[in-house]
């Protein structure tokens, strides 16, 4: 029988009991019987019809002798009849032989149990299929699935009880809702809030996940990059127009207490050697923003905690007389937890108080929410109906602020001995930052100074009554409209740059939603705005006076009450509505908001000789809950919005180093660099061995990292070496370019053995087998990461002494040309680069890493990770021959782990299959015999790196970490950290017209490139 016959019998005998096999035509061909009952089976013969007979139709007896001997039975007869298509045995299509007696008792048995089985078949079903899905497809109906009624009678009362089963019954409400629930507001915000518990939110959250790339770093949810190409877009607008960011995630630290204490407490945590501190008269009165580099108390220039912002609340404002002050604190996330615990142990404030910050309602917890969407058991099947409908509906509250806050956690902290209160005031405001020339034409089109309230108006219907109460106190009102028009100033000045470093000025404005205009357009500078020269003269001079820089925002309860009593996007729309001429100007008068915010001016780059400026903008500071209401008017403004990638190529431009990655010296930036470091060596073994460069080849020891600290121990012995021979050999047979006269670039004996114990904890010992390699470490990517303990006991530390780095700015060469050679002469004030000089710096910093910026001097972008590298004599010997010389070249080098690796696919192909042949319960243990043994990496070098200075043919000196081409001067420009020690050893070897010249190598080419290195202050 064919399979499609085979198939339609199988469907039709597939609900039959299974004790029960009933017989049909193609087993019979197949030679099978089944007898049921007291009878037994027989093997037929049949008899074969030659082909082309004919016979007349009849029945013949064929007689058969029984299978077994010992039964008396007689031989019975098979009757064959003859159909349509030949021979068939039985009229039935099946052959049996008839026994010729039975027994009674055991054929009733056997007739029973059929019977039984028959009966079961019909009652229950074996199939998982329902009653409707067992009628014929002509006679199946959609309906049938849901109305019993549209069935035949005959199994209406099977479908009935199906119904009533649990299985079929409605399931519970699924949280993942219909596309329209899922747009209703309610549904919205509640969906909105619980995916806030775990990331930050930013009020402009949404705005952002619809134009860019979001990623979670430090606990928020930020947008890295937009969707479009906008790269040079975004450097358009930071150099002509301007760029808008939200660093709200920025964490904010507040310092409550008598001035005394506070500076007492600060002062151990930074160095005046670094620059102004918290105490600089400036800073203090509150006019003006401040920066500081924070290290742990007393412990200047080792163990820094990371780069702060501060600003003091002004020291006069109205009715002011009190004795205590304010200080916020501004500060990446990434340094809030180490920073936050150094200052609290240094103002002694260890005792948690009940927070004052309004924190919202806490969100649900699961089961929470699973309780809410369970249906009671007599509502199942039933349309539901709403219950917060009508008058006791309560709306669901959006979350504001950090979503992810424990109520019960404290958030400020009170010292009893010195009375200073720290309070942590993340997510509290909303920082907005407008960077580029036209900041100060958005700044005054967007926001219009409130209106000063009168006693006519009537204040039954407003609920900002702190305003009227401000407006009671004439030295207010005149002091409100003093920043008034200093802020209308500013729309007339050309760039922000303009304007002192740090100038802070604050404003109460109006809400800005109302003056939104219909069309997004570009505002430009209207010079008609500044026609009182002298006062924008002064203003340019001397910074906005001191009693402007006052702000009710530093006002915790008004900021509150602001927060609170915002009008909605929606009362607001439907008031626009309402207007007799559509699209004129909205006049709320008392019931519109009066917001108090803060504007810090942003100096850009304050480094180098060129483009000084470049980069400058505001800082827009407002309480939490408005960030959409000011982020929509400066985007109809004409400002362009960018991510973290913008804001990573803002700080290069400026040349200044990026939060966090830029700082090797503190714990973020350790954090940092190896995350980033397992992320490229995940990206790396992504690829095939023949789609990835082999760095072991190209002489590339740390393609994914920067072994900081065996870069300053071995220029410290290499110089140390030096000095004990004088005329010392390159590994490679090259004469070196250091001279007995150099610097000896060493400390004392005694530190010189107290550095080599330290180091020994952090670096693996010669020793120890090469070709053993961690995989699962980042030992893998070029070096032996230094934490825990040997980290905080390292002597690693980054050059910020501001005399240090003038002087060594004046020896590195003149960078612009020979103009500056006279200001960099030693007649300027600076020492000359000699042994002295060299040795009163490196008494401070032995083992020092110092911020430079470099400027190729041909074709060529770097990249991080690109290698800067001393020159030999005759590549200066070559350049002076050519100055069109591009660089030498580096020669390919060996790879050792080639062989090991191949050894070791060998010996693991080999205990595969040893182990085919183990049990089910050995295979697990024996399928990784040697677990203590790490599979190795084609292409990285394993284990403990060798001599990093001295691997290539060109001596290591440092590393980039940021590099790209520059569209501000049209080749490629890098910053990164080079060793101190080596810096002064390269520039007393060099010659007087070359000094400051360097080679960079990327590290997956083998071409090395010339360079100019600057220290810039």
């Known amino acids: 029988m064919s399979n499609a016959k085979e198939r339609k019998h199988a469907k039709k005998m597939r609900n039959q009991p299974t004790n029960v096999t009933l017989s049909s035509g193609f087993m019979a061909d197949r030679g099978t019987k089944h007898y049921n009952g007291g009878g037994k089976s027989f093997q037929a013969q049949k008899q074969e019809l030659l082909p082309g007979t004919s016979r007349p139709r009849h029945t013949k007896m064929i007689h058969h002798s029984p299978v077994d001997p010992d039964v008396n039975e007689q031989s019975s007869s098979k009757i064959m009849f003859k159909k349509k298509g030949g021979w068939k045995a039985g009229p039935e299509g099946t052959s049996q032989e008839i026994p010729k007696y039975i027994t009674a008792s055991t054929f009733a048995q056997a007739r029973a149990a059929e019977i039984s089985a028959m009966l079961k078949a019909v009652t229950q079903k074996s199939s998982n299929s329902l009653v409707f899905q067992t009628l014929p497809r002509h006679m199946r109906r959609r309906a049938m699935s849901h109305n019993v009624k549209r069935l035949p009678r005959r199994l209406q009362e099977i479908a009935q009880k199906e119904a009533e089963k649990a299985v079929h019954q409605k399931k519970e409400h699924s ?59 975004c450097y358009r607008a930071m150099t002509n127009r301007c760029l808008l960011q939200d660093l709200s995630y920025y964490c904010c630290l507040e310092l409550k207490g008598k001035e005394e204490e506070i500076l007492k407490a600060l002062s151990p945590m930074c160095s005046i050697d670094t620059g102004l501190t918290f105490a600089a008269v400036h800073y203090l009165s509150g006019k003006r923003q401040g920066s500081v580099i924070l290290y742990r108390a007393n412990k200047y220039p080792r163990e820094m905690l990371g780069p702060v ?143 000063v309230h009168t006693e006519g108006e009537d204040t039954e219907k407003t609920p900002h009554h702190w305003w009227i109460e401000t407006c009671k106190n004439p030295d207010s ?36 939603r109302i003056n939104l205009p219909q069309k997004r357009s570009r505002v430009l500078p209207n010079p008609e705005k500044c026609q009182d020269n002298e006062k924008v003269r002064q203003l340019l001079l001397e910074g906005v006076p001191v009693d402007c820089a006052h702000s009710f925002i530093w006002n915790q309860a008004i900021c509150k009450n602001v927060t609170e009593n915002k009008i909605s996007d929606q009362d607001l729309n439907r008031k626009r509505s309402e207007l007799l001429v559509p699209g004129s100007q909205l006049v709320l008068g008392p019931r519109e908001s009066k917001i108090p915010i803060l504007l810090i001016q942003q100096p850009g780059r304050v480094t180098g000789d060129d483009r000084r400026g470049w980069g400058s903008g505001w800082d827009v500071l407002l309480p939490k809950g408005w960030g959409m209401a000011f982020w929509i008017p400066f985007i109809y403004r004409g400002a362009r919005v960018g991510g973290l990638k913008e804001a990573v190529m803002h700080s290069q431009y400026k040349r200044s180093p990026d939060v966090p990655g830029d700082f090797p010296d503190c714990p ?177 910093f032995p083992r020092a890493l110092v911020w430079v910026s470099l400027s190729l001097l041909g074709k060529g972008s770097p990249e991080p990770h690109t290698m800067i590298c001393v020159p030999a004599k005759e590549d200066f010997l070559q350049l002076s021959q050519d100055r069109l010389y591009c660089g030498p070249h580096e020669s390919k080098h060996s790879d050792p782990f080639k062989s090991k690796i191949r050894k070791q696919k060998e010996k693991k192909k080999i205990e595969k299959r040893q182990n085919r042949g183990c049990t089910v319960s050995e295979g697990p ?38 590099g790209d081409f520059s569209m501000a001067v049209g080749c ?44 810039e202050v």
């Open 477 to 512: 009102v005149s002091l409100h409209h003093k920043q008034e028009a200093i802020f209308e100033l500013l729309g007339g000045i050309t760039s922000p740059a303009e304007i002192p470093a740090g100038t802070i000025l604050g404003l109460t404005v109006g809400d800005p």
């Open 925 to 962: 243990a024996g399928a990784y015999p040697a677990a203590g043994h790490h599979a190795l990496t084609l292409g990285l070098w394993s284990g403990p790196l060798p001599d990093v200075t001295s691997h290539c043919s060109r001596v290591l000196l440092g590393f980039v970490t940021q």
């Open 175 to 233: 949280k993942n809702k219909c596309h329209k629930a899922r747009r209703c507001h309610k549904n919205r915000v509640l969906e909105f809030n619980r995916r806030q518990k775990k990331n930050i939110w930013l009020e402009t959250h949404i705005w952002h996940a619809k134009r860019f790339h979001m990623v979670k770093k430090w606990g928020y949810c930020l947008g890295e990059r937009p969707t479009v190409k906008s790269h040079r877009a």
């Open 668 to 844: 973020a930036g350790v954090l940092f660099a190896e995350e980033q470091a397992k992320g490229l060596l995940e990206k790396y073994k992504r690829r095939p061995p023949a789609k990835r460069p082999n760095y072991v080849k190209l002489g590339t020891l740390a393609p994914f990292c920067y072994p900081w600290e065996q870069l300053t121990q071995e220029w410290e012995s290499r110089v140390q070496a030096q000095e004990k021979s004088p005329v010392a050999s390159s590994p490679r047979g090259e004469e070196s370019n250091l001279k007995r006269e150099k610097v000896p670039c060493t400390p004392t004996p005694e530190k010189s053995d107290q550095l080599s114990d330290e180091v020994g904890m952090s670096l693996s010992s010669p020793s120890e087998p090469r070709e053993v390699m961690d995989t699962e470490r980042p030992a893998q990517m070029g070096t032996e990461w230094v934490t825990g303990p040997a980290a905080t006991s390292s002597l690693l530390c980054v050059l910020r002494s501001r005399k240090s780095l003038k002087q060594l700015s004046a020896w590195c060469g003149p960078s612009s040309g020979p103009r500056w050679a006279a200001q960099r002469a030693p007649s300027s004030g600076q020492q000359a680069l000699t042994r002295e000089a060299c040795l009163s710096i490196l008494d401070r």
């Open 309 to 451: 912002t501060f600003i003091w609340k002004p020291e006069w404002t109205p009715g002011h007389t009190s004795e205590s002050r304010q200080l916020w604190i501004w500060l990446h996330p990434t340094l809030k937890q180490d920073i936050l615990e150094e200052i609290k142990a240094a103002c002694q404030c260890m005792e948690p108080i009940k927070s004052t910050v309004c924190i919202l309602e806490p969100l649900l917890t699961p089961s929470q929410e699973k309780s809410q969407t369970e249906l009671p058991d007599e509502r199942i099947g039933k349309k539901r109906k709403r219950k917060d409908d009508g008058e006791n509906a309560k709306p669901v509250k959006k979350v504001i602020g950090d979503g992810t806050r424990d109520p019960h956690q404290p958030y400020s902290w009170v010292s009893p001995a010195t009375g200073v209160i720290i309070s942590d005031l993340t997510m509290e405001m909303n920082r907005l930052r407008l960077i580029g020339p036209l900041s100060h034409s958005i700044l005054t089109e967007a926001l219009k100074a409130a209106s």
């Open 972 to 1015: 490629g420009e890098a910053l990164g950290f080079v060793s101190l020690t080596g810096l002064l050893d390269m520039l007393s070897g060099q010659p007087a017209a070359e000094r400051g010249l360097v080679l960079l190598r990327a590290p997956a080419s083998l071409q090395y490139r010339f360079a100019r290195i600057a220290v």
